[in-house]
């Protein structure tokens, strides 16, 4: 396939739409051409994301009628969705229908939660309404793209921030069986985690130089992490999992602790991550510990390991917002069309930020 591919992002104004747009800017095969926005149709795209002056000059947020239209011209478009849960599936509903009657084939990557679930029911249980699209669930895969070889659907829902880090560290102890499938998780995110709209929790004055767990052994995406970490591994293993809230913008760190099945070293522990992710050009095993810096504002996945013989530690860093949403879609999007896995993909983390 030559030439460019037209990509359409959903949800236009939001923190992942930034960085989807940040990321797509330097794609060398997918170019920008529309973003929808909901809440500010007609306004410059420049004056939701400053930083991106340059690169979208004279470029204006589209209304859903504007992007209906156009998905209905473009025989094939990079569909991605980057609107709140709830919102995400009837809009990738309508906009699919619109396309197939007009035979056009958009494919998507949904970032929301939407789609992750395989039933309404367990969707709606979870998010306490119901899934706003439930016959293409069928249609949608949610797995990181390092664990899943081959696409058997049209679409791909992320399976979201805290979750990618999650099962980068957890997916390879379990399918090789070096844990006993009861895992323990603490994760720390930044405030981007949280969407552009502060709320009591979620304001800066409020999660600057400070640091605390909320949804203790409660969070909504446990369930979502445990069913992909079943898809992926053939395990059905418990998470317990305690999210906090970190005191920066960007970035995820997770600590996985299990006990391990047989007695095993640090160095036969890296090993085999090594082995398990050697054709995985995201994911980096590290001796020592994972630091989020190291991975801000890029596509990579740090993972480090600790093991005293009865329990294992494994750590995992990332970004948020790129890995565990835009840039993690992005990789998934070059899979479904063909592409290499990392193009547009491959800067390295600025280091310092
Ligand atoms: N932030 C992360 O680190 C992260 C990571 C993984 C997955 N996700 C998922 O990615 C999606 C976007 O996250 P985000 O952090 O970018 O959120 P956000 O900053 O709150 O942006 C979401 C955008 O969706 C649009 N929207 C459309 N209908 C809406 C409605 N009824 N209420 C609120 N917003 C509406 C808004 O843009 P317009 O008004 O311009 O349409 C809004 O700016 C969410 O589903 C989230 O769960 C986020």
């Avoid at 973003?35 to 007609?42: E, N």
Wanted: proline letters at 7%; a neutral charge; glycine letters at 10%.
């Amino acid at each position: 396939m030559s030439g460019t591919i037209p990509a359409v992002v959903l949800g236009g104004t939001g923190y992942v739409a930034g960085e989807l747009l940040r990321l797509l800017a330097v794609h060398p095969r997918l170019r920008v051409a529309a973003v929808m926005s909901d809440s500010q149709p007609g306004e410059s795209l420049v004056s939701a994301f400053p930083h991106l002056a340059g690169a979208y000059d004279g470029m204006r947020f589209e209304s859903q009628e504007q992007v209906r239209s156009r998905l209905t011209r473009e025989p094939l478009c990079a569909l991605f969705s980057a609107a709140p849960h709830g919102v995400s599936a009837p809009l990738i509903d309508s906009l699919l229908g619109a396309a197939a009657a007009a035979g056009t084939r958009p494919r998507v990557v949904d970032i929301s939660a939407d789609f992750r679930f395989r039933s309404a029911e367990d969707y709606a249980q979870v998010y306490h309404h119901p899934q706003g699209a439930p016959e293409r669930l069928g249609q949608f895969t949610c797995a990181v793209p390092e664990h899943l070889a081959e696409l058997a659907t049209e679409h791909v829902a992320h399976p979201g921030c805290f979750a990618t880090a999650v099962l980068l560290a957890s997916v390879p102890l379990l399918t090789l069986g070096l844990v006993s499938p009861q895992l323990f998780v603490a994760g720390v995110t930044g405030s981007t985690g949280a969407g552009r709209k502060p709320t009591p929790g979620t304001h800066h004055p409020v999660r600057h130089s400070d640091l605390y767990a909320y949804s203790a052994l409660a969070h909504r995406h446990a369930p979502e992490i445990a069913a992909c970490a079943r898809a992926a591994s053939g395990v059905a293993a418990e998470f317990a999992f305690v999210p906090h809230s970190g005191p920066f913008a960007r970035g995820i760190h997770v600590t996985v602790q299990a006990s391990l099945a047989r007695p095993l070293g640090t160095a036969e522990v890296l090993g085999a991550l090594r082995e398990f992710y050697a054709r995985a050009p995201f994911v980096r095993v590290l001796e020592g510990a994972p630091r989020i810096k190291d991975v801000i504002a890029s596509n990579y996945a740090h993972l480090g390991v600790a093991s005293d013989g009865r329990t294992l530690a494994v750590m995992c860093a990332i970004d948020n917002l790129t890995k565990g949403a835009a840039g993690g879609a992005v990789q998934w999007m070059n899979r479904m069309l063909g592409l290499p896995e990392t193009e547009g993909l491959t800067a390295p983390a600025p280091g310092w930020t």
